[in-house]
């Protein structure tokens, strides 16, 4: 199972960002997908995921703000970062976790004026 995540790069505080993961390999609409993400000198922290129902769940910091989807057809899921912050800062990755977990490369989000 391979996963490329795309679409980071820089933004100004309050813009927005679309990632994307790409899966290939394994069966995705059995996957459940997420996001986490890896601040400088911190530890890696869960942003959102989905369930293969489509059920979400978020990081309290990113509630009303990120919005988490799927596309089976696609083998894809997608972050939507809106009012990004500056302390949002990270690498983002993406997770598939059938009957066991497989990373991404990781894709550099930079929110700075």
């Known amino acids: 199972v391979q996963l490329q995540a795309s679409g980071g790069g820089l933004v100004q505080p309050g813009g927005s960002l679309r990632l994307s993961c790409a899966v290939s390999?394994?069966?995705?609409?059995?996957?459940?997908m997420g996001w986490y993400r890896q601040r400088p000198g911190k530890q890696r922290e869960l942003v959102a995921n989905?369930?293969?129902?489509?059920?979400?769940n978020y990081a309290d910091s990113v509630k009303g703000r990120f919005t988490i989807s799927r596309d089976n057809a696609k083998n894809t899921v997608y972050l939507q970062m809106n009012s990004l912050k500056p302390e949002e800062k990270a690498v983002y990755y993406c997770?598939?976790?059938?009957?066991?977990?497989?990373w991404g490369q990781g894709t550099q989000v930079t929110v700075s004026s």
């Open positions: 997770l598939a976790w059938g009957t066991k977990g497989y």
């Open positions: 989905i369930a293969t129902g489509g059920s979400t």
């Open positions: 390999g394994g069966i995705f609409s059995t996957y459940v």
